[in-house]
Structure formats: structure tokens, C-alpha cells
């Protein structure tokens, strides 16, 4: 059954151990630098359940039970509609862009589920226990996360060529289970219920059996973990300063595994590199929607801020800055033209679920990638260089400053110093802090790095298509077809 709020704040209450900002966290539904996105996450659960929202956040299965759209496998283009509706609205809670909260992972394991046969190839084990956490997903509702990226070490060695912890790795196999050592970095795995685990690795050269060939579901609250942080933006600034910051910043961990013990049946696959690399080229078939859907959000911002901004200083009908508004626009319309076409010339996948058309996917998640830094570039162009000069509130509170700041900082007698401030600071926020860098460079890494979004779309483009047409247009032989290296 979909979980309340509170009881997602109880099982993720279970004193874990957590450091950050030189300390460690005691209550972490409490903590200053973890509450806000905490209470985020438990909105979320509670928005399955209110009359106004439980309709667009949860469907009814054929048991009768109700279940969170979210996690819902996806069947049909309809299903997908419905998973964008249900982004739209956590996004209009949050009043910011929140991307770790589960159903941008949660196609991670389905890509999985579609490589069933690979994992029949060492243990049909394996493939019932995907499909075990799956349905579990589904009808457990847990805070589901990925793990990804190692601490890596020097990259010019082998694993085993360096201190093998470097890498996640499988140190000791027992009747209960594999023990694992190593560490992973995780968004959100502080606060979060279980986390998808796999390697990194991308070229297992001619190595067919592997101790880094693991992959696994993990229990958030299992013994030996440790949760090592990086300080969080909330509660350093005043939220009037720093709106964003202080209301939707995702905590990212080094997750230290102790020998830590996972379960037969939380295993995924085990010394199986031919799994471990279908993971990686398949991983984004699904999640990458949902991911790239939060691009348009991010987009709305900028063009929101940049417009207020023109229309209280008197500038929105300057053809020039019509022409940047245009842009921001045209970057916020590809991106969702992309989507909206990956639904609707949606494939069936190997698994028979309904698969956005994955070049179209991928092409539509570097065009968001790629020109966000050139679009928050623009929007700051357009907010202009008040959003990197103007005081604090708490300055504009001060009897001695507050008339000054009201005559300079009010424009007409609907745009007055307050509201002008505000809209400021929000923008400084979004484009110029340094949660603001923050979140461009996760952006840009957040579901893997630039080559790898160029080489997803280079393995699922059609290229037959041009060069079919081009041996026509040119009249070339069938010997060049013949000769071809592919």
C-alpha cells in the first residue's frame, strides 16, 4: 500500500549513520541541511492520499489495491501521460526542480527486468528476483534511488591493480548472501528507502567472470553503512536570500559499504560482466524520461524570472529581448517536443513494456543537456546585473538602509522594493549562487557524463535510413554494403 508521510519519515528514522558538516546527524528528518527535501519526499506520499491529488499521484490495480503512479510499470503511452502529470504536480509543490525522488530511478530496474534472458545465462535466480522487485516496487512503495558512480581511484589501473576498494566489489559469499566492500556516491541515499546498485565499469575488456560484476538491490537501513555528506545549501542563508536553496537541495553522500551483507535474493546478478554491461547501455531506456521531463521545469523558471524581470523595467517590448525570450523558449519546446514524440512513436520493449522511442529520448536529453548552460547564460543577460549586487533582506530591514533600498530597488507603483527584491533573489538563486553551479554541473553529470549521452544516442539512431538514401541519390553499388565495416 502507498505509504503516508509520516510513515516514510519513520522508516528512514532508524539512526543511521550519518555525517555531514562536521558532525553526525542526529534526528535527519530534523536536521536544518535535510528537512526541507525530507518534508518534500513525505508530500509526496501525502499528495496519494488527499482527495485533490490522490487521482494524478495513484491508480487502482486489478487487486483493487491502490498503488503510486510512479512506480507503475509502463504498459501503454497512456501510462507515460500520466507519469508526466504526476512530475508536474511534485514540481508545483516543490516550487523548484527536485530530481532524486524515485520515479526517475525506478526505470532503472525496468530496464532490467527487460534483460531477464541475460540474467537466465548464470542463475534463473536472478531474473525471478528482479521480477520480485519489481511487483515489490509497485505495491511497497519504497524511496527508491541509484548508485552509480565509485570513488574510481586512478583510472589508468585495473581495480585490482590499485586499492580494490575503489570500486564496489564482492569480498565473500555466504548462505545468506554476497558481502560487499567499497563505496558508492548517491543522491539522496540518506533520506531515501532502498537503492539500485551496479558497476560502473564500461569495458570489461575479455573478462567474463568478475567480483565488480555486481549488481543488487539495497536496503537503505542495512548494517555497516555509513553515509559521509557534502554540506547542503539549506539552512546556511536566509530562505528569503536563498529561496531555492533552502527549499529543494538534494543531498548527495559518499556511501561507505563496511561489509555489508546483501541478500541472495537482493542480488540482481553476480560475476556476470555480460549483465553488468547491458545494465550500462540499457540503463536510461526508461528513467531518462522523467529525468528530461524536469529540464522543462528548470526551462519555465529561467523564462519566468527573465520575463518578470524585462516586464518591471520596462524592456519586454525591446525587440532584442524579445529575440533571447524566444530562445529560451525554443530550448524549452524542443525539449518537451522531444518527449512528447519519444510517447507517441513509443516501441515495445524486449520485456513488453511500452518504451519511449529511444533515439528521440536520448537526442531530446543532449539537447537539454548541452544548451543549459547557453539558456542560463541568456536568462541572466536578461535579469540583469542587479541579481549579483543587490543586499540581503535582512539589509533592507535595516532603518538606516530600508528608504534608500525602497526609493532605488521600486520601479512603478505595481513593482514596488519588496516584490522587486524578491524576484532578485529568487533569480540569483536559479542562475548566479552557488547552488545554482550546483546544479548545472549535476546536470550535467547527474544521469551520466556528455560522451555518454552522445554514445546512447549514436547506438539507437537509425543510420540506415540516411545511408540507404545516399547510396540511391549517389547510385553507389551493392559492393560498398558488402565492404562496409559497420
Keep these: 500500500m502507498i505509504k503516508t508521510g509520516d510513515e516514510y519519515r519513520e522508516s528512514i528514522g532508524t539512526g543511521r549513520e550519518i555525517y555531514i558538516d562536521g558532525e553526525r546527524v542526529g534526528d535527519i528528518t530534523k536536521h536544518p541541511m535535510f528537512a526541507p527535501i525530507v518534508d518534500i519526499r513525505a508530500r509526496i506520499y501525502d499528495l496519494a492520499h488527499e482527495p485533490g491529488s490522490q487521482e494524478v499521484?495513484?491508480?487502482v490495480d486489478s487487486a483493487g489495491e491502490r498503488n503510486s503512479i510512479a512506480n507503475k510499470l509502463p504498459l501503454s503511452q497512456q501510462d507515460w501521460h500520466d507519469k508526466r502529470t504526476a512530475v508536474d504536480l511534485v514540481l508545483d509543490e516543490a516550487r523548484g526542480v527536485v530530481t532524486r525522488v524515485g520515479d526517475e530511478t525506478i526505470g532503472e530496474m525496468w530496464?532490467?527486468?527487460?534483460?531477464?534472458?541475460?540474467?537466465?545465462?548464470?542463475?534463473?535466480?536472478?531474473?525471478?528476483?528482479?521480477?520480485?522487485?519489481?511487483?515489490?516496487?509497485v505495491t511497497a512503495d519504497p524511496f527508491h534511488i541509484s548508485a552509480n558512480t565509485d570513488p574510481k581511484g586512478d583510472r589508468s589501473k585495473r581495480p585490482q591493480d590499485q586499492d580494490p576498494d575503489m570500486l564496489l566489489h564482492v569480498v565473500e559469499e555466504t548462505a545468506d548472501g554476497i558481502i560487499v566492500r567499497g563505496a558508492k556516491y548517491e543522491t539522496a541515499a540518506p533520506y531515501a528507502t532502498q537503492a539500485f546498485t551496479k558497476p560502473t565499469i564500461a569495458n570489461w575488456g575479455?573478462?567474463?567472470?568478475?567480483?565488480?560484476?555486481?549488481?543488487?538491490?539495497?536496503?537503505l537501513n542495512a548494517p555497516n553503512l555509513k553515509f559521509i555528506c557534502r554540506t547542503g545549501f539549506a539552512g546556511r542563508r536566509a530562505a528569503a536570500d536563498y529561496p531555492?536553496?533552502?527549499?529543494?537541495?538534494?543531498?548527495?553522500?559518499?556511501?561507505?559499504?563496511?561489509n555489508v551483507l546483501i541478500p541472495w535474493d537482493n542480488v540482481l546478478f553476480y560475476r556476470h560482466t555480460r549483465a553488468a554491461t547491458f545494465v550500462r547501455?540499457?540503463?536510461?531506456?526508461?528513467?531518462?524520461?522523467?529525468?528530461v521531463h524536469r529540464s522543462i521545469r528548470f526551462a519555465d523558471l529561467m523564462i519566468g524570472a527573465a520575463l518578470w524581470?524585462?516586464?518591471?523595467?520596462?524592456?519586454?517590448?525591446?525587440p532584442a529581448v524579445q529575440e533571447k525570450l524566444a530562445m529560451l523558449a525554443c530550448y524549452r519546446e524542443g525539449i518537451d517536443a522531444h518527449l512528447t514524440a519519444a510517447i507517441a512513436t513509443a516501441e515495445t520493449s524486449p520485456g513488453g513494456l511500452t518504451m519511449p522511442n529511444q533515439s528521440l529520448l536520448y537526442a531530446g536529453r543532449v539537447w537539454a543537456q548541452t544548451q543549459l548552460p547557453q539558456m542560463m547564460h541568456w536568462a541572466r543577460e536578461l535579469c540583469g546585473g542587479q541579481i549579483c549586487i543587490t543586499p540581503d533582506s535582512a539589509t533592507f530591514a535595516v532603518p538606516e538602509a530600508a528608504p534608500w533600498l525602497e526609493k532605488y530597488y521600486s520601479i512603478t507603483e505595481q513593482w514596488q522594493s519588496d516584490d522587486r527584491r524578491k524576484l532578485l533573489a529568487f533569480a540569483r538563486d536559479l542562475l548566479n549562487s552557488d547552488y545554482?553551479?550546483?546544479?548545472?554541473?549535476?546536470?550535467?553529470?547527474?544521469?551520466?557524463?556528455?560522451?555518454?549521452?552522445?554514445?546512447?544516442?549514436?547506438?539507437?539512431?537509425?543510420?540506415?535510413?540516411?545511408?540507404?538514401l545516399v547510396k540511391a541519390a549517389?547510385?553507389?553499388?551493392?559492393?560498398?554494403?558488402?565492404?562496409?565495416a559497420g
Excluded: C, W
Design 206 to 219: 575479455d573478462s567474463e567472470l568478475s567480483d565488480y560484476a555486481v549488481g543488487f538491490v539495497l536496503d
Design 57 to 59: 499521484m495513484s491508480y
Design 111 to 137: 530496464a532490467l527486468y527487460d534483460g531477464q534472458d541475460v540474467l537466465n545465462e548464470v542463475d534463473p535466480r536472478f531474473a525471478e528476483n528482479i521480477r520480485n522487485h519489481v511487483h515489490r516496487a
Design 244 to 258: 531555492l536553496a533552502n527549499r529543494v537541495d538534494e543531498v548527495e553522500a559518499l556511501v561507505i559499504f563496511d
Design 309 to 318: 524581470n524585462v516586464r518591471q523595467t520596462g524592456l519586454d517590448k525591446n
Design 281 to 291: 547501455s540499457t540503463l536510461h531506456r526508461y528513467s531518462a524520461l522523467p529525468y
Design 436 to 468: 545554482a553551479g550546483h546544479r548545472l554541473t549535476f546536470q550535467l553529470f547527474a544521469q551520466a557524463p556528455p560522451f555518454a549521452h552522445y554514445q546512447a544516442v549514436y547506438r539507437n539512431f537509425d543510420f540506415d535510413g540516411p545511408l540507404g
Design 474 to 484: 549517389a547510385e553507389l553499388s551493392d559492393r560498398v554494403e558488402e565492404g562496409s
